[in-house]
Structures are given as structure tokens and as C-alpha cells.
């Protein structure tokens, strides 16, 4: 395969041109700042010309950028950027009519399981109070991260009852049964943890992923691309090529 990396420059992307060359795929790599043997990000539509697939971990407005450019050129399409309003997500499903779109919060395979087991505690300990925790690397610029928001979504449509987040908490008040606390910490250089806590009279169930190195993501957006390659077009989550 010839596999293009938008943000080869950044830590991820990094990663993923190094995980598909590993693997024998040939690797175009991108970046607005290209270092090296890199291709500005300006000769995308050039590159995807001859591409079997884009991974992309960029910024959500560069993204839908490319986005586009993989649409007009029928090129699959794997996004592991995070941070996206509704405008950016809508635009990653115009793209995803003309070619396939493979969007995901987080590509390891440990999350992916996580989820699930997340879902059936919830469904079996429905009186349960929930909180959701994330740390990552002092870096990261959107909060709560991607798959955190994956995590509540799951939570949220798992619980039959009303939920509200709760982000953080100061002053003087009691929990109300309804809330889902979600809790953002940043520092150092973690590469991401998540953990979802179940408490009720007496007992408490904690469910943790911790990554300890970013070549988990890019293994995972490889096997992405990979596997979305010769699909027709449509919105792809990862859990279908797992």
C-alpha cells in the first residue's frame, strides 16, 4: 500500500509513518513545517493522486481540509484527530459519501475492549454513581479528550435515566444521583489514561486503560487503513475493522 500522513511532524502522526513503513507499506509523509523527505501539506492532492489511503492526526480545521481532498480524489480516509464541533463532524460525512471515512477517539485496541466492558457494568449496576477520568500529557489542547467523550457517550447510552456531566466540582453541595463527574488532568508527558469509576453502597468497580506508549494509536490507525482499503464509501468506526 501507499499510505499519506498528514502531521507526520507531530508526535502521532510520527509514529504512524513509522508503524506502515514497518510494515513494508511505502509512506508519503505530510506536514505544514515538512522536515526532511517530507511533502508539504500543500501537495496533498498531488500525493493522494497516487495514495491508497490518508491517515491524519492534524487539527480539526486542516482535517476537514483533507477530508476533502480524499473525497474528490476517492482515497480512504482514517482521521485520529480529536476536538471536532458539529460543523467539522458533518463535514467528515459529506466526505465520507464519496469515500470510505474511518474516524475514531482512540485507536488502541485496549480501548476498544474497555468500551465494551464499560457498557455492560453500566447496564448491570444501574443504580451505581459514575465517574469518568482522564489524564494526558501537559500538550494536549482539547478537554475532555476525544475518548473520554466516547466513554460518557457510551455511559449515557447505556443508563435508561437522564444524566447530566458534571465538570469538575468546588463550593459546598451534595452529588446529585443524576450526575456524571468528568475529571481533565494534564501534565508531565502521559501518554493517555481513562478511567471509569462505578460506586454504590459499599463497593466500588474502576475501569482503567492506560497507554504507555503512542505506537499503540499507531499500530491501530494502521490496521485502519489497511482494512478500510477496496471498501465502498461510508462512516466507519474502528470496532468494524478490529
Known sequence: MRVAVAGATGRTGGEVAREAAKRGHEVVSLSRTPEGDQHDIADLPAVLAEADALVDFTVPEATVEHAAAA??????????????????????????????????????????ALRRVV???????????????????SGKRDAPSGTALTL???????????LER?????????????EIGVHVRRAGTVR???EVLLAGDDEVLTLTHRAESRR???????????????????????????
Open 71 to 112: 473525497a474528490d480524489a476517492g482515497v480512504p480516509l482514517v482521521v485520529g484527530t480529536t476536538g471536532f464541533d458539529e460543523d467539522g463532524l458533518a463535514a467528515l460525512r459529506t466526505a465520507a459519501e464519496q469515500t470510505p471515512v474511518l474516524k475514531a477517539s482512540n485507536f488502541a485496541k485496549g480501548v476498544q
Open 119 to 137: 457498557r455492560a457494568g453500566v447496564a448491570a449496576l444501574p443504580d451505581y454513581d459514575v465517574e469518568v477520568t482522564e489524564t494526558h500529557h
Open 152 to 162: 460518557l457517550e457510551d455511559i449515557e447510552e447505556t443508563r435508561s435515566d437522564a
Open 166 to 178: 458534571t465538570y469538575g466540582r468546588e463550593g459546598t453541595h451534595e452529588r446529585a444521583p443524576e
Open 192 to 194: 493517555g489514561e481513562h
Open 216 to 242: 499503540v494509536f499507531a499500530a491501530g490507525a494502521v490496521d485502519a487503513a489497511e482494512q478500510l482499503a477496496g471498501r465502498d464509501p461510508g462512516f466507519y468506526d474502528f470496532s468494524e475493522v478490529l
